[in-house]
């Protein structure tokens, strides 16, 4: 009996009906290969690991940028200048309340906000904190066109630094006009200003006006608002938020586009979710849209490049241990605040672990039917790459499911040969009689994770 290959998880889709194919990944990601001959392949990669790059005194980390090659990083306390090898500098303290900061530069100057204060930073000038006329507490900023453009927390409004300054004019400010929710988020991508309050959004630009330099895109109007302003991230041209409809959404062009699947909306499902927040990374030819929401220990992340969802988790505390996230593009690293202390991670492919704790990677494949009559399963067995550091007698374990993934099996462990093997292919069999199955293969050792197939004999 030849195995018959088994249809991929491409994609998290566990959701409250029974039915759907059950399908789900953890700390793994499907890659699409070109069409062959067979058509179209996917084979499924590890997500990235971290592993320590810094350690601030003080914590957490809420935000961090990159400004003259250097990375500045904000605690709750203090703000700090890391090198790039991460040595840092204290710049001095800051009065943070909010669980979120919100920060950008314009490559003299830095400014972060969180809800309720607001603070800058130069180099030639230290570390102060905004106050006097024109000033208002905000919980978003962003930078256009020599601007810093911030929303007026608890109004309409929206209002601007001076141009290539961080001092205020009291009559720079403008009130969002199609509808009466309040500003909840201000984000700019490709000279767009993009402005969103909790139930609809609208679209700015700069028309140079010496009144007001910022105009509303006529005839545009986003009937969706943000459900937390630190969900909107931009990546490919677009910008990506969580709606407060409980969707995920992206723009192409002016126009909203929704993204999240019904497994996405799902599991996030509920009214708590307002400290929820988002980054935006790529590596090795992937973007990412990074979505965590604190209160359920969850963390989506979006594949944009190939337009699929998967999960990502850490093996203590369920969510993802990324805070924030930060480019330093000079050094070419991807960098990751901590959400529980002052640690900062490199955050890389052929890193195996997240700082020496295990990743959990868990791949539940759709649902295979037998038919009414049923079938055995007399083997089955799963072809994957390990190599890389760690263990020198990797491991996969395998259950399986046969009442839509109520209960599982007992775990059944196999080799997967010593580290350095490719192609390596472990089998299990016979197990027994059924008319729908789910299998989960789930592997812990620090290795790398390339999953090429698995295979089946039933009948």
Known sequence: MKPIPLKFPVSSNRSRSDSSDGSRLVNLFANILPDSSDGPKAVLYGT??????????????????EMGDKLYA???????????????????????????????????QTVFVDGAKGYYY?????????????????????????????????????????????????TMWATAEQAPDDTACVISDKRVLWIFGKE???????????????????????????????????IGGSVFWLASDGSVYRTNGYTPQKVSTEAVEYSINTPLIGDAFAYTYS????????????????????????????ERSHFQFGRHISNC????????????????????YVMNMDSYTDDGT????????????????????????????????????????????????????????KPLGSVGEYGRRAKWGPLGYF????????????????????FAEYG
């Open 283 to 310: 590596e090795e030819g992937h973007q990412f849209y990074v979505l965590t929401i604190p209160n359920k220990n969850l963390t989506w992340v979006y594949d944009v490049t190939a337009q699929l969802w998967h």
């Open 122 to 170: 130069s180099v030639s000038g230290g570390l102060h904190e905004f106050t006097g006329d024109g000033w208002y507490p905000a919980s978003t900023v962003t930078f256009q066109d020599g601007y810093f453009i911030f929303n007026r927390a608890g109004t309409g409004q929206f209002f601007i630094s001076n141009l290539l300054d961080i001092t205020f004019d009291a």
């Open 48 to 65: 990235p690991g971290t592993t320590l790059f810094a350690t601030l005194p003080t914590w957490p980390v809420l935000a961090m940028i």
């Open 74 to 108: 904000v605690t709750a306390t203090h703000l700090y200048q890391v090198e790039w090898y991460g040595a840092f500098t204290d710049l001095g303290p800051v009065t943070l309340t909010g669980s979120r900061v919100s920060i950008a530069a314009n490559g003299i």
């Open 358 to 413: 295990p990743i959990k990677r868990e791949a539940i494949f759709p649902q295979l039917h037998a038919g009414a009559q049923g079938a055995t399963m007399y083997s089955l067995e799963i072809e994957m790459e390990p190599s890389g550091q760690g263990s020198s007698s990797p491991q996969v374990m395998l259950q399986w499911s046969d009442d839509r993934k109520r209960t599982w099996s007992k775990e059944r462990w």
């Open 200 to 234: 609809s959004g609208e679209i700015w630009y700069d028309s140079g006006n010496s009144l007001f330099p910022f105009e509303r895109v006529a005839g545009t109007f986003i009937e969706v608002g943000i459900m937390s302003p630190y969900t909107a991230a931009r």
């Open 435 to 454: 008319i729908r199955r789910n299998v989960k293969f789930t592997v812990t050792d620090p290795i790398k994770v390339v999953i090429n197939g698995a």
């Open 325 to 344: 996230f930060c480019r330093l593009s000079k050094y070419g690293l991807n960098l990751v605040g901590d959400f529980q202390n002052g640690n900062i």
